[in-house]
Each structure stands twice: as C-alpha cells, then as structure tokens.
Antibody, heavy 120, light 107 residues
Framework: QVQLQESGPGLVKPSETLSLTCTVSGGSVSSSGNYWSWIRQPPGKGLEWIAY???????SYSPSLKSRVTMSVDTSKNQVSLNLNSVTAEDTALYYC????????????WGQGTPVTVSA | DIQLTQSPSFLSASVGDRVTITCRASRGVASYLAWYQQRPGKAPELLIY???TLQSGVPSRFSGSGSGTEFTLTISSLQPEDFASYYCQQTNTYPITFGQGTRLEIK
C-alpha cells in the first residue's frame, strides 16, 4: 500500500520560496509508470493541479504556475519535492502530494496534505 | 485549458436517495474523466476513472457514465458516509483540470 507524507514550513513570507517534501513509502519513486504530483486547495475552495514528475525525472507544470515552480526527485530518500518561488497570499492553501497513475491517468493515492500560509 | 463545470454546486438530499451530479467539459475529453470524493478534513479519494470504471474498493452504489463533454456521477442509494464534496477531473488535455466541486449535504 503506497503511503505519502507531506512536510513543509507551515508559514512562508511573501516573495519568499515555498519548499515542500513528499516522502513515499510502500513504493519506489523511480518505479516505471509512477508519476508524482502536487495539488493544492485554497481554504474553502476547489482543487488545483500544480505539477508532476515522472519516474524518470520528466516534469510537467501547470501553465499558470510554470514560471515559479520546480519539482525534483531524490531516489535515495524516496522523496519528491516542490519549490514555489515569489509566493503571495494567493498561494495560501493545503498542499497535497499524490501519485498520478500512469495506468489510468488519475490520482490514486494521496497524502493527508500540509497547510501553507503566506503571511508577513 | 479545459474548463469543467459541475452541476449542481450544492445538493441537499436524504439517506436512501438517488442523486446525480453532472460534469460538463468545455471541449471533448474522450473518456479521460475521473471522479473523487472528499470528506471534510480529509484528502480526496478516487471513486471512478475512465468515466465509468469503479476504483477497487469503492461501493457499487457509485457509478459513472458519459464521454466527450458530458459526464455523470450517480449514487444509487445515499449512505451517511456519502455526504461529502465531489470533484470531476480530466486528463485528456494538459493542464490537468478539476471541476469546482459539488457539496452534498444531508437534508
């Protein structure tokens, strides 16, 4: 059973860089067919896809965030990471890590989410 | 981007009711449409993928249908644990997009 655990700073100042980590257990981040994604949910609102990284390191970013986002993978720690720079209050959200299945192109495993508030 | 519009945005129903939620896409997405359930304070869970295929472990009272631009999620007989928010999601065309959500509450 794949499990994902997000971790992050909780509070970030405007204009700074948000860095989040997702630790994967029960599966390998480098297994063929696995893609790892970040999705966020502002308070009281819906879901927004941010990015994904593939098992071989290929990335895809949402056009609306592409200029500010970077995803990476650390196979030695079985982790994926997200960096979002130049944050504003609009980046305040619950950030989820999810496995994006290459089998049927859906998010089949999710972490519990990590809250991020952007405030001075 | 492909816009997904869910209707209704809010639905009030009773235990045992049959309910249907619709998801309309601004352009065709073939059958690359999934449905998720999100209970309060929890992460979303995958219910249906490929428009009509039930994810393993999901009760059979849930069903999905549609292709192209119009899709439906039906719950045949509401149970207390079904009162939650529901989201559709497409992966036919990047970027991946979600509907705005449907909140299902107890009448």
């Amino acid at each position: 059973q794949v499990q994902l655990q997000e971790s992050g700073p909780g509070l970030v100042k405007p204009s700074e860089t948000l860095s989040l980590t997702c630790t994967v257990s029960g599966g390998s981040v480098s297994s063929s067919g696995n893609y790892w994604s970040w999705i966020r949910q502002p308070p009281g609102k819906g879901l927004e896809w941010i990015a994904y990284i593939s098992y071989n390191g290929g990335t895809s970013y949402s056009p609306s965030l592409k200029s500010r986002v970077t995803m990476s993978v650390d196979t030695s720690k079985n982790q994926v990471s997200l960096n979002l720079n130049s944050v504003t209050a609009e980046d305040t959200a619950l950030y989820y890590c999810a496995r994006y299945s290459g089998h049927h192109w859906t998010f089949d495993y999710w972490g519990q989410g990590t809250p991020v508030t952007v405030s001075a | 981007d492909i816009q997904l519009t869910q209707s209704p945005s809010f639905l009030s129903a009773s235990v045992g009711d049959r309910v249907t939620i619709t998801c309309r896409a601004s352009r065709g997405v073939a059958s690359y449409l999934a449905w998720y359930q999100q209970r309060p304070g929890k992460a979303p869970e995958l219910l249906i993928y490929a428009a009509s295929t039930l994810q393993s472990g999901v009760p059979s009272r849930f069903s999905g249908s549609g292709s192209g631009t119009e899709f439906t999620l039906t719950i045949s007989s509401l149970q207390p644990e079904d009162f939650a928010s529901y989201y559709c999601q497409q992966t036919n065309t990047y970027p991946i997009t979600f509907g705005q959500g449907t909140r299902l509450e107890i009448k």
